[in-house]
Nanobody
Framework: QVQLVESGGELVQAGGSLRLSCAAS????????MGWFRQAPGKEREFVAR????????TYANSVKGRFTISRDNAKNTVYLQMNSLKPEDTAVYYC??????????????????WGQGTQVTVSS
């Protein structure tokens, strides 16, 4: 079955950078996408970024555009989220997720079928 394992979250100062990784295994779909979401305490899970595995097409939330970059390594079956110029409001648990059909751009959590366990990112001011 599909397994997603995130890593890379930690405590960082505002203005700093982090790179999150999500290693995928058991993926057998022909055309799929990977996404990053985040959830802060007391808030709903929100879309951060998405990449279509085959074409590499990317989509970003307005709140992270220009600061975050999503990428993938096909050989390692890993998706990355490079986060620069971090702000305290970026503090959240970050989750990677897999959309097994990828027929259109999807930004709602309910549209992704598989999820990792999450990794905590804390940005101090």
């Amino acid at each position: 079955q599909v397994q997603l394992v995130e890593s890379g979250g930690e405590l960082v100062q505002a203005g700093g950078s982090l790179r999150l990784s999500c290693a995928a295994s058991g993926v057998t779909f022909d055309y799929y996408a990977m996404g990053w979401f985040r959830q802060a305490p007391g808030k709903e899970r929100e879309f951060v970024a998405r990449i279509t595995w085959n074409s590499g097409m990317t989509t970003y939330a307005n709140s992270v555009k220009g600061r975050f970059t999503i990428s993938r390594d096909n050989a390692k079956n890993t998706v990355y989220l490079q986060m620069n110029s971090l702000k305290p409001e970026d503090t959240a648990v970050y989750y990677c997720a897999l959309d097994r059909s990828a027929v259109r751009i999807k930004i709602r959590p309910t549209e992704y079928e598989y999820w990792g366990q999450g990794t905590q990112v804390t940005v101090s001011s």
